[in-house]
């Protein structure tokens, strides 16, 4: 966990993902990863000089974007490892600014991030005079739920949902920090993921 740049380089973007979160999502991967597990299914993104430069254009380009597709429910960061560079992943969130992309009649993009770091080692650095630890903590601050934990090829299990070993959890990390309701409690008010969903359906606003 350190600061190496103002803003991560971008190692990819898909605007309309499935498989990073609940609902259709498009999600950001930063570049810069320091676990390196094992059969990790994006490799590439751990050195974190992989990828595009975040310029004007292209943040230009991901606002409209993530804007044109009102059938989104949210964003996801992922890896690389988003908590590599916390300032600057929390620099590039600021940037985009979600809840510019919606009006007040529509539902907020939420936000997902997948880290290898578990809840514990994060709580850790928040607890530290780390020097990262404010970043650290307004990311989670801004996070809705949070995949954490790295993956474990020994424990790798396809049918679980947004994860992919059985060490990892989802954490609700904004509500867990005000520790104003139980991480479970709090996954059960999101909405429930249909694994049937016709892929098109959901693009067309669920017609």
């Not at 050195?47 to 044109?68: Q, V």
Request: charged letters at 20%; proline letters at 7%; hydrophobic letters at 35%.
């Amino acid at each position: 966990m350190k600061s190496l740049a103002t803003y991560p380089r971008i190692a990819g973007i898909n605007y309309e993902s499935m498989n990073d979160g609940n609902g259709m999502r498009a999600v950001i991967y930063v570049s810069g990863c320091p676990h390196h597990c094992p059969q990790c299914h994006n490799p590439e993104s751990h050195d974190p000089a992989y990828g595009e430069e975040l310029t004007p254009d292209l943040l230009t380009t991901i606002r409209k974007e993530i804007a044109d597709r009102p059938f989104l429910q949210g964003l996801t960061l992922s890896g690389g490892e988003p908590f590599f560079q916390p300032q600057a992943t929390f620099n590039l969130l600021n940037l985009l600014n979600l809840s510019a992309l919606r009006s007040k009649d529509e539902p907020p993009l939420n936000l997902w991030i997948y880290t290898g770091y578990t809840w514990e080692e994060l709580m850790g650095v928040l607890s530290s005079n780390h020097p990262e630890r404010e970043a650290v903590f307004q990311l989670l601050n801004h996070t809705d739920c949070l995949v954490e934990g790295r993956f474990e090829i020994a424990k790798r299990d396809i049918t679980l949902a947004h994860r992919g070993s059985s060490n990892q959890r989802i954490i609700a990390a904004k509500i867990s920090l005000n520790g104003s309701q139980s991480c479970a409690e709090a996954l059960t008010d999101l909405p429930p993921v249909d694994l049937s969903m016709d892929y098109d359906a959901v693009k067309n606003g669920g017609k």
